[in-house]
């Protein structure tokens, strides 16, 4: 407060403003204001010692304090969630208070009050983690350093099944998932849940630097994974990872991520799952729980926060949903077959050299050159024998086979032999589409031209006395060792193929030294 009663004194006394001022320690204009209001109060500038700063206060200026009209306190918690959101300050919170304040003929505090009382609130709530960040500004991701156990449950064996974690840091409300394994289609499919969950998307996306998601990240350069970008420009958003060795700057999300393993796996430690639904629906119970426990040092808990504070600067999800898809680049071989883990499917045969783009969905292959897409093909989901091929990505010469249907093909074999016609059942009955076979079929009349009719009748019969799911590579095989030319009485003893498609030599071979004599 200011110090009324000596400035009216050394007034009286005979000091200068200026000297006032460095007494006083208040300005030259707070003291001239003074001086004029004393002289309208009619005021002595000697005064008794009953009169009080606090009677001069109400003296010179009763409008601000009385009896029936204190000094209105803000509203502290409002201020903390206003300055959350972008572009507000102390200074417009403070000036909004006062003209309310005044409107219901109150008397606000003055603006450096007003700011102190602010941090004396915010520094006894210990809540000044939220000011940092804006709400739907960022979510953090990461994986989870603990894992679940998942139990065989025929031998007991267990897998390890990891926990993908994404927090808003405004409101800490987090998501976590289970998954088999961190790679890429898993990372992507889990931030495709975790914007679901949130019901929309932040304007900025930090994940740590992983392999899936960051390529290279250096002081001079950031190189975002393929597939990770074409992720955030689906949903809008900029992918800012966190500097290299700079963990303060992912704070919340390690925290989250310890919440979870707290919350989550220690809370699981005792069960036994023997399935990953299981797990999911054990993860997704003990999320909910996390995120409806009650905050420690402010009210509400991570759901309320997110509803009352972040939810409304969340930008709106993309009207259909996103479709995980993992990009790669792979050099086009002689065979014009690319691959995606399990199976083998073609591309034009011009391309033969040539590096494309392959992008691979849950339900797709496709492959990309010079930004265009050059073929498309429904994604087999279990591992066939036959790759996948379409006529049109075939040069001529290996066209003309594939041109032959089903009916020629049956009486060409039939043509042959029993033996060649067995085997050409088992190939158009290897897939699920006879189609799938004829490929098989086309090398099997490749082999009768190269080592004739009889011998190829021979070859069938072999290889179809050790095995119910014939091979070309069998057939070839024992063409090209001469092998069909052997006559034995016990077949399985001297030659044995296995289910695999191997042909493991008997003990009659090593007996003759490795060599098979006509």
């Not at 023997?274 to 402010?298: C, D, H, M, T, W």
Request: overall charge neutral; proline content about 5%; glycine content about 6%.
């Amino acid at each position: 407060m200011v110090n009324y009663r000596e400035i009216l004194r050394l007034t009286s006394l005979g000091y200068t403003q200026r000297q006032i001022t460095a007494s006083v320690h208040s300005s030259r204009s707070t003291i001239s204001e003074v001086q004029e209001l004393a002289k309208k109060a009619d005021l002595s500038f000697q005064l008794d010692e009953s009169v009080t700063n606090e009677i001069l206060l109400m003296t010179f200026y009763p409008e601000r304090i009385t009896a029936t009209n204190p000094r209105v306190e803000p509203d502290y918690s409002y201020i903390h969630k206003e300055l959350a959101k972008p572009g507000v300050n102390l200074s417009l919170l403070w000036t909004e208070y006062c003209e309310a304040t005044y409107t219901n003929g109150k008397t606000p505090y003055m603006y450096s009050q007003f700011c102190d009382k602010y941090r004396h609130w915010e520094r006894l709530t210990k809540a000044t983690m939220r000011i940092q960040h804006k709400p739907g500004d960022a979510i953090q991701v990461d994986w989870a350093g603990n894992t679940i156990l998942l139990y065989d449950q025929y031998t007991n064996e267990t897998t390890d099944v990891y926990l993908f974690v994404a927090v808003l840091p405004c409101s800490c409300k987090a998501y976590v998932e289970a998954c088999k394994n961190t790679k890429s289609e898993c990372w992507l499919t889990c931030h495709a849940h975790a914007y679901s969950y949130f019901g929309g998307v932040t304007r900025v996306l930090i994940p740590d630097n992983l392999k899936t998601g960051i390529v290279k990240n250096t002081r001079y350069e950031t190189i975002i994974n393929r597939s990770y970008q074409k992720l955030a420009e689906y949903y809008g958003t900029a992918i800012v990872p966190c500097r290299v060795k700079r963990p303060q700057e992912k704070s919340i999300a390690e925290g989250s991520v310890k919440y979870a393993s707290t919350w989550i796996v220690a809370a699981l430690r005792n069960q036994k799952f023997f399935s990953i639904q299981e797990i999911r629906g054990a993860v997704a119970e003990k999320l909910e729980e996390l995120n409806n426990y009650p905050f420690k040092k402010r009210e509400g808990n991570r759901n309320t926060a997110y509803l009352e504070e972040e939810k409304s600067f969340m930008k709106p999800l993309p009207l259909t949903p996103y479709e995980p898809a993992v990009w790669s680049t792979e050099k086009v071989l002689q065979d014009y077959l690319l691959t995606d883990g399990k199976n083998k499917y073609s591309v034009p045969f011009d391309l033969i050299g040539e590096q494309i783009d392959i992008r691979l969905t849950k339900n797709t292959v496709e492959a990309y050159f010079h930004g265009s897409r050059v073929a498309s093909h429904p994604r087999l989901l279990e591992a066939q024998r036959e790759p996948v091929i379409q006529a049109e990505h075939m040069p001529q010469n290996h066209q003309k086979y594939l041109s032959r249907n089903e009916d020629e093909f049956r009486v060409w074999a039939n043509s042959i032999g029993p033996w060649t016609m067995e085997t050409f059942e088992r190939f158009l009955t290897s897939g699920s589409e006879p189609e799938q076979g004829y490929k098989s079929c086309s090398s099997l009349m490749k082999l009768s031209d190269r080592y004739g009719h009889e011998r190829l009748e021979k070859a069938c019969n072999r290889v179809l006395c050790f095995t119910t799911e014939p091979a070309i590579q069998n057939i070839s095989l024992i063409l090209k060792n001469g092998q069909d030319k052997v006559v034995s009485s016990k077949p399985t003893a001297d030659f044995g193929i296995t289910q695999s498609g191997g042909i493991p030599r008997g003990p009659a071979y090593y007996r003759r030294g490795g060599v098979h004599n006509d």
